[in-house]
């Protein structure tokens, strides 16, 4: 089955600690993966996807095929980070993007 | 451009009513989505479709729901009759590619709340 895991439903850090958002992933397949973020009052976008292996906005997120894993990552948060985001996996076989639960960052001053 | 349009952005009815959900995808994209958010179950997909067609309406709860692509630039999702459970934020996406691509682009969403 395909299914995206977010363990942790809040995760509350202060301004300028590291930060980790968890995601494991289960899929029969080569994984193509996503993370997704919603900040208060706007759209759902896209963040950064691991094809791209790239640092949006001081993030980053490593495939670990090994433990299923895709974890966001920002050494130092700051407050404008504060936001829901959702990791997402897209099935080639059937076109899907399925997201996880998601993770409310919340980033104290 | 606007973005994937949505209308209503809010909904509040009573049980049993009609509620119709109505979206515009981006232009030129061929891929259209409906998701369901809710606090204990996240993004749920509802339905997609590709050229207008629904390709996987699995996500579908029940009979209740019913969505429709008449053409590549409207769709809409029924709910009919709506119940107290259905209260959800009820987002469309749409996407260029057939889907063959995970990068979404999102409305604003249509908060619906069922009394």
């Known amino acids: 089955a395909q299914r995206v895991t977010q363990p942790e439903k809040l995760l509350s850090v202060f301004k300028g600690a590291p930060v980790e958002l968890k995601c494991n992933y289960s899929?029969?397949?080569?994984?193509?993966l996503f993370w997704y973020v919603q900040y208060s009052r706007q759209r759902l976008q896209l963040l950064l996807r691991?094809?791209s292996r790239e640092s949006i906005k001081g993030f980053t997120a490593d495939l670990n095929k090994g433990e299923t894993s895709f974890h966001l990552k920002k050494p130092f948060a700051q407050e404008e980070d504060s936001a829901m985001y959702y990791c997402?996996?897209?099935?080639?076989?059937?076109?899907?993007?399925?997201f996880g639960q998601g993770t409310t960052l919340q980033v104290k001053p | 451009d606007a973005g994937v349009i949505q209308s209503p952005r809010h909904e509040v009815t009573e049980m049993g009513q009609e509620v119709t959900l109505r979206c515009k995808p981006i232009?030129?994209?061929?891929?259209l989505f409906w998701y369901r958010q809710t606090m204990m179950r996240g993004l749920e997909l509802l339905i997609y479709?590709?050229?207008?067609?629904?390709?996987?309406d699995s996500g579908m709860p029940e009979d209740r729901f019913s969505a429709k692509m008449p053409n590549a630039s409207f769709s809409t999702l029924k709910i009919q009759p709506s119940e107290p459970r259905d209260s959800a934020v009820y987002f469309c996406?749409?996407?260029?590619?057939?889907?063959?691509?995970?990068?979404?682009?999102f409305g604003e969403g249509s908060r619906l709340t069922v009394l």
């Open positions: 899929y029969s397949g080569s994984p193509e």
């Open positions: 691991h094809i």
């Open positions: 232009s030129g994209h061929n891929s």
């Open positions: 996406a749409s996407s260029p590619n057939s889907g063959n691509t995970g990068e979404l682009f």
């Open positions: 997402a996996l897209h099935s080639s076989n059937t076109g899907k993007l399925i």
């Open positions: 479709f590709n050229n207008n067609v629904p390709i996987d």
